[in-house]
């Protein structure tokens, strides 16, 4: 089969290699929509613990099952499915809590740790095999390019979550990318009262407006971007504030507009090095409450699809171009330089 490889930290080529047999418990996967985003940039430059290169990429993708392992039940051959990407060790106290994203074996395979695309192989090929645990069969309304998001909104979903929001409750979500996007449809879901959508690029920021925002901060555009946060919300500040940025002024801003009394979600910097300077009294005094969120614990994508399923999130959007496989140099660049508008290019192997 066709796959993306990388043999070795900063180099990619398409190569031909075994069609993997699914051991107990797993199931093969015919990948039918593929995607890649700024984290295989880290896992490319060998800055992701526990890559063990060669490495077969891709974390965000859905397909057919085509063959299972021995001990499948819930999923048969024919199904469609989608893919969440932790699959915990299963033993250890967080993973017993169905916290996969914080299991205690990250990296074990041994233990049965799986993180796909990552520790394991992924799905930017033709064929993949992983672990029943990782596997959602989609409602039936789903496409696969929808079934590519089985992950993200799972990210997006679970760090809503993280700030309890509440009906009627006033959100700034930093960060217009995918999971900005996702998560603006959320809260709007969630019967937010006003959303902000906050960042740097135009023209996401209008997506953001399409999608359920009600107000856009460029912080490029405004002298003082903790102020023009706040004055969407009579000068205050929201409630709630989730940043997927990944930078520290993001995060920097996260904390600095909240309303005195809010809680914050940062999501964005799931990598080691970025630091934050703050005065803590921003946190103290501000009486704020501070969530970190990394990636998404057991089946909260499973919740996610029927977001999807019902209409109240729409991944299209964010589906700016569709390729062939072999076209990954192409979307590589394409999602990496942010070329032509580009947020997630849908590769079909
Ligand atoms: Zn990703
Ligand atoms: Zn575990």
Redesign the pocket.
């Known amino acids: 089969m066709k796959a993306v490889v990388y043999p070795e930290p900063n180099k990619f080529e398409i190569r031909d290699v075994p069609v993997p047999e699914p051991r107990p418990e797993e199931v093969l996967i015919k990948v039918r929509a593929t995607t890649i985003c700024a984290t295989d940039m880290k896992i490319f430059t060998g800055k992701f613990p526990g890559t063990r290169f060669p490495h077969i990429p891709g974390h965000e993708w859905g397909g057919d099952v085509v063959a299972v392992g021995k001990g499948v039940d819930g999923v048969k051959v024919g199904d469609r499915v989608g893919v969440e990407v932790h699959v915990?060790?299963?033993?250890?106290q967080?993973?017993i809590n169905g916290m996969?994203n914080i299991?205690?074996?990250y990296g074990d395979i041994a233990?049965g740790?799986q993180h796909i695309g990552f520790t394991v192989p992924g799905g930017l090929a033709e064929y993949c095999a992983v672990s029943i645990k990782a596997v959602h069969r989609l409602p039936p309304g789903l496409d696969y390019d929808e079934a590519a998001f089985t992950d993200n909104i799972g990210v997006a979903l679970h760090a809503v979550e993280r700030t309890g929001l509440r009906p009627g409750e006033n959100i700034a979500v930093i960060g217009p990318g995918a999971f900005g996007q996702l998560a603006v449809q959320i809260a709007r879901s969630m019967a937010a009262g006003k959303i902000a959508i906050v960042g740097t690029r135009a023209e996401r920021l209008q997506m953001g407006l399409k999608l359920g925002a009600d107000e856009a901060v460029n912080v490029s555009e405004v002298g003082d971007p903790v102020a023009a946060v706040k004055k969407c919300f009579d000068g205050k500040g929201p409630d709630v504030v989730v940043e997927f940025a990944g930078t520290e002024s993001a995060a920097h801003l996260a904390l600095s507009c909240a309303r005195r009394g809010g809680r914050v979600t940062l999501a964005g910097a799931t990598g080691p090095g970025r630091n934050l300077n703050i005065d803590l009294s921003v946190i103290v005094r501000g009486h704020l409450d501070v969530f970190g969120s990394v990636a998404n614990p057991r089946w909260v994508s499973a919740r996610g699809l029927r977001m999807i399923e019902r209409g109240v999130v729409d991944v299209k959007p964010l589906i700016t171009h569709h390729m062939s496989l072999a076209e990954f140099p192409t979307a590589w660049q394409m999602t990496h330089q942010r070329e032509d508008g580009a947020i997630r290019v849908m590769l079909d192997p």
């Open positions: 915990g060790c299963g033993k250890c967080p993973c996969y299991c205690e074996n233990s740790h």
